[in-house]
Nanobody
């Protein structure tokens, strides 16, 4: 599975952005996908995840109620796009956002369970 993250940019505090993670490959529809983020000098942090079957979603405490994860699978099951809608953005949301995938995963916060990663997209929130 190949992952391509996009949608980052510069936004004012209180604004919104939507990130996309395009997972392509024959088995992409059977992968859990999660978003992590990493700010300069900090450890990579779990943001949100969606299970491989799309039935369950999970969020980190710092984004609950503001971010929403969802997914869309192409008709031929060849492409799985996961979205992260980010509302009420704060300065502390500034980071590089990465999407990661795990075959038949639950989409939870254990970073070591993810074996495929996208290249990251920068989100900058101005105060």
């Amino acid at each position: 599975v190949q992952l391509q993250a996009s949608g980052g940019g510069l936004v004012q505090s209180g604004g919104s952005l939507r990130l996309s993670c395009a997972a392509s490959g024959r088995t992409s529809s059977t992968h859990a996908v999660a978003w992590f983020r990493q700010a300069p000098g900090k450890a990579r942090e779990y943001v949100a995840g969606i299970s491989w079957n799309g039935r369950n979603t999970y969020y980190g405490d710092s984004v609950k109620g503001r971010f929403t994860i969802s997914r869309e699978i192409s008709r031929d099951n060849a492409k799985n796009t996961v979205y992260l809608q980010m509302n009420s953005l704060k300065f502390e949301d500034t980071a590089v956002y990465y999407c990661a995938a795990q075959a038949y995963g639950v989409g939870g916060p254990r970073i070591y369970e993810y074996n495929q990663w996208g290249q990251g997209t920068q989100v900058t929130v101005s105060s």
